[in-house]
């Protein structure tokens, strides 16, 4: 555990009630609390088209940056708020260095959707059994699949596979017809 200092402000994680997390943290913000609620940016289906939607890295959970002479009171009656999570009878502290990893993850997720694969681009498995096959994207599967068009077995085949095993291809893939 990291150590406090009573001048020098740490990150804290609170609780909030169920499903009210950009409630507490909007009311946070009114109070003037230092907040951070980390969010990735995803892509999902909804009624038939294909959107970007902000989801919860810790679904009802944000970071509160506080001195130990800050004014703690006000947490408790904040709407929205829970409560402030504890290990060891005190506030449980997280590192900065956390934080950081967390806003680079939450950053990278929103430059990934903004480069989205598209109907049509050809891909390549980079690992798995089925490496080094080329492909054509077809659709998002999920949050973290993807289906792809094979030339295999001298036919096409529709493959099902996570995203983490697929890189961009700059080779154009001819499927048979």
């Not at 609390?33 to 902000?54: A, D, N, T």
């Not at 130990?68 to 708020?81: E, Q």
């Not at 999570?85 to 900065?96: K, L, Q, R």
Request: net charge positive; hydrophobic share 35%; glycine share 6%.
């Amino acid at each position: 555990m990291p150590v406090t200092s009573p001048d020098r402000p740490n990150w804290y994680l609170l609780q909030c009630k169920p499903r009210q997390d950009e409630r507490a943290h909007l009311n946070l913000l009114q109070q003037n609390y230092v907040v951070y609620h980390p969010q990735l940016v995803r892509e999902r289906v909804i009624r038939g088209k294909r959107q970007r939607v902000s989801e919860s890295l810790f679904p009802g959970y944000l970071f509160i940056q506080l001195s130990r002479n800050d004014n703690w009171a006000p947490l408790r009656s904040t709407r929205g708020v829970s409560r402030v999570v504890e290990f060891n009878h005190g506030p449980a502290t997280v590192a900065e260095h956390v934080i950081e990893h967390l806003r680079g993850r939450c950053l990278a997720s929103e430059m990934a959707t903004d480069e989205a694969l598209r109907p049509g681009e050809p891909l390549q498995i980079i690992s798995g059994p089925l490496s080094p096959l080329e492909g054509v994207f077809l659709a998002l599967h999920g949050n973290d699949r993807v289906m792809l068009l094979l030339q295999f077995l001298n036919r096409e085949q529709s493959v099902c596979l996570p995203r983490s095993v697929i890189e961009r291809q700059t080779r154009a893939f001819q499927p048979c017809h």
